[in-house]
Every structure is written in structure tokens, then in C-alpha cells.
């Protein structure tokens, strides 16, 4: 298992950029991947970006272009930056850590908070 923890989601005008983190722990090096997500009120969660154990990422329509997925290994984080912040993008962003196979889990930060609005 991992733990998650997301920091930095808060209040941006429309058109701002903002950058999500975050932090992990346990037994990282056996992640297969990591991923966003996000659940705005009354919506269901949706998948954000995804970034493989590789490399690979992969991008919600609605954001490809704007928003950026990425992994600094050597500090066990991982991170979101989000430019061009349109007031759909409200929501509480979640990190997710999944490994597949034997001893597979799948892991949830606590969520961090963006809201986008004049």
C-alpha cells in the first residue's frame, strides 16, 4: 500500500494557473500508475491524467492542452499543473496509486479543493 497526501488546491480566477501535488509514501517503488482525479458537487468522479510507471500520460479530453501530469520519482511526488483554469474545472482533485497483480492495491489521497471563479 501507499499514502497519498495532495496539497495545493485554492481559489484562482478564471485564466489562472495553478500546480497540484502529491506526496508518496510506503511501497512506492511497486506503483504501476498514477493518476488525477476529479468530483465537482453532484457530479460523478472522473479520471483527470494518468501518468505510467514509464512515462506514459494520458489526458481527459477537457484538459488536454491545458493541463500538464507529471512525476519527480527522486522526491516521491507527483504533480498537476493547471493552466488556463476555466470555472468547469472546479472541483475536489484526487491522487490515486494503483499496482496491478500480486499484492495489487489502490490508493486515495484525502482531496484537495480548487475553485476557479472571479
Known amino acids: 500500500q501507499v499514502q497519498l497526501v495532495e496539497s495545493g488546491g485554492e481559489l484562482v480566477q478564471p485564466g489562472g494557473s495553478l500546480r497540484l501535488s502529491c506526496a508518496a509514501s510506503g511501497s512506492i517503488f511497486s506503483i504501476n500508475a498514477m493518476a488525477w482525479y476529479r468530483q465537482a458537487p453532484g457530479k460523478q468522479r472522473e479520471l483527470v491524467a494518468i501518468?505510467?510507471?514509464?512515462?506514459?500520460?494520458n489526458y481527459a479530453d477537457s484538459v488536454k492542452g491545458r493541463f500538464t501530469i507529471s512525476r519527480d520519482n527522486a522526491k516521491n511526488t507527483m504533480f498537476l499543473q493547471m493552466n488556463k483554469l476555466k470555472p468547469e474545472d472546479t472541483a475536489v482533485y484526487y491522487c490515486?496509486?494503483?499496482?496491478?497483480?500480486?499484492?495489487?492495491?489502490?490508493?486515495w489521497g484525502q482531496g484537495t479543493q480548487v475553485t476557479v471563479s472571479s
Open positions: 490515486n496509486a494503483v499496482k496491478a497483480g500480486l499484492g495489487a492495491f489502490n490508493s
Open positions: 501518468i505510467t510507471s514509464g512515462g506514459i500520460t
